[in-house]
């Protein structure tokens, strides 16, 4: 079973910008389909964006449309979230996952990733 780790979070202000990063190792990206998650405290986990497979679309909840951007590499085996105009209700731990999935990624529900990161911390507050 491979890994995936993420990175970049932190503490920003109102308005600004964090990228995180999500490296896979002991497998690939290639071929699989990749979404971001966010929990805060006390709520449930919300499927942000994520990415298809099979044609590379992206989805996105509405509560960042707009402001926040998946993309991958997958020479690198590496997936991103540029986040943009932050919100204070955007603070959360973040969670990256992937999973081989035949459709649109937006058709799958979180307990259907098989791959997880272990989560950072993106906390927006001036």
């Known amino acids: 079973q491979g890994q995936l780790a993420e990175s970049g979070g932190g503490l920003v202000q109102p308005g600004g910008s964090l990228r995180l990063s999500c490296a896979a190792s002991g497998f690939t990206l290639g071929g699989k389909a990749i979404g971001w998650f966010r929990q805060a405290p006390g709520k449930e986990r919300e499927r942000i964006s994520c990415?298809?497979?099979?044609?590379?679309?992206?989805k996105y909840a509405d509560s960042v449309k707009g402001r926040f951007t998946i993309s991958r590499d997958n020479v690198l085996s590496t997936m991103y979230l540029q986040m943009d105009n932050l919100k204070p209700e955007d603070t959360a731990v973040y969670y990256c996952?992937?999973?081989?999935?035949?459709?649109?990624?937006?058709?799958?529900?979180?307990?259907?990733?098989?791959?997880w990161g272990q989560g950072t911390q993106v906390t927006v507050s001036s």
């Open positions: 990415m298809s497979s099979h044609d590379g679309s992206t």
């Open positions: 996952a992937a999973e081989r999935l035949a459709l649109s990624c937006w058709l799958y529900a979180a307990h259907e990733y098989g791959n």
